[in-house]
């Protein structure tokens, strides 16, 4: 893939140059990243300033460490205004249950608080719960999460023994449904895994919390993948570990889309309209039409 330049405030394909030569001769890009679990996503966006050598990276939408999947990355100070364009959309999981175990963070992360044995979860019984968290719905925020209070992340207040409870707030699950089968669960603790299609701002971990109790045995979430995020999916995504290691500055360049590329998808998705993108050292607009892009 090549990159591009701006000429009289419009995108035009050339041969990708350093990102270490002068900031504003960068036009700005998008990077999927397939981060592994482990790391968090902080560090893949530090990664990704020393491999480009450009301070003005962000991201458009955490994954929490235990997380693996899309992290879509934002380089330089036109796509970072994107940001929130890019944060649009529904999302996607991959998701592994733990029934009959809670603990204080609704995943791996925190303390086991609660065991009940599962017993014997007939699968008409599981569709049944199931269908109960489809569509649109209330849901309360956890209470380890990185939502606001006064200035400072809910986690915050949760590490230091503060219980803060926000309002539920409306999501919307349009898809939930199992990838292990259809077949009962049994024993102590089960594994259940669903994929999910939800809204921005759903909680997969709220989301499995309630499904446990539903159930009757509790849950937490031991494993989550986000495979797409609006209309970027993780097909084909930059590897995060190589990115943490020693990928070559060229290769994560040449995988990268230009921000005409990344705001043609959001056009077709139907997500991103009568919007322009002014250049950092230009006073021309650019309004993403498409003529200068062949998708594929």
């Given amino acids: 893939m090549r990159g591009c330049r701006l000429n009289r405030g419009i995108l035009v394909p050339v041969e990708m140059q350093s990102c270490r030569e002068t900031p504003h001769e960068y036009p700005g890009g998008v990077f999927l990243i397939d981060k592994p679990a482990g790391p968090t996503s902080f560090a893949m966006v530090r990664a990704l300033r020393r491999v480009l050598g450009l301070k003005k990276v962000g991201h458009a939408g955490t994954l929490d460490p235990f997380a693996s999947g899309l992290l879509v990355l934002c380089a330089g100070r036109s796509a970072t205004k994107m940001i929130s364009s890019f944060m649009e959309g529904e ?18 992360e925190g303390e086991v608080i609660s065991r009940s ?21 209330m849901q309360t925020p956890p209470a380890f999460s990185a939502l606001k209070h006064k200035g400072r992340p809910l986690y915050h207040y949760a590490r230091n023994g ?10 919307d699950v349009l898809l939930l449904e199992r990838t292990d089968g259809d077949g009962d669960l049994a024993g102590d603790e089960c594994l259940l895994r669903l994929r999910i299609i939800c809204s921005k701002g759903t909680y997969i971990r709220s989301l499995a919390a309630d499904i446990g109790r539903n159930l009757g ?21 930059i590897d995060g570990a190589q990115l943490l290691s020693n990928i070559d500055r060229e290769q994560v360049l040449n995988a990268s889309l230009s921000l005409q590329q990344a705001c043609n998808f959001l056009q077709l998705s139907g997500k991103f309209d009568n919007v322009t993108i002014r250049s950092t050292d230009h006073d021309d607009d650019f309004s993403p ?5 062949a998708l594929g």
Avoid: M, N, W
């Fill in 91 to 108: 999302k996607e999981y991959l998701a592994t249950l733990c029934l009959g175990v809670e603990t204080t963070t609704l995943d791996p």
């Fill in 117 to 137: 044995p599962v017993g014997r979860l007939r699968a008409g019984e599981i569709e049944q719960t199931l269908s109960r968290f489809r569509g649109r719905q």
């Fill in 162 to 171: 503060i219980s803060i409870v926000k309002e539920p707030r409306e999501v």
């Fill in 217 to 237: 045995c509790g849950a937490y979430l031991t494993e989550l993948r986000r495979t797409r995020s609006g209309c970027f999916s993780v097909a084909g995504s």
């Fill in 289 to 293: 039409g498409g003529r200068h892009l």
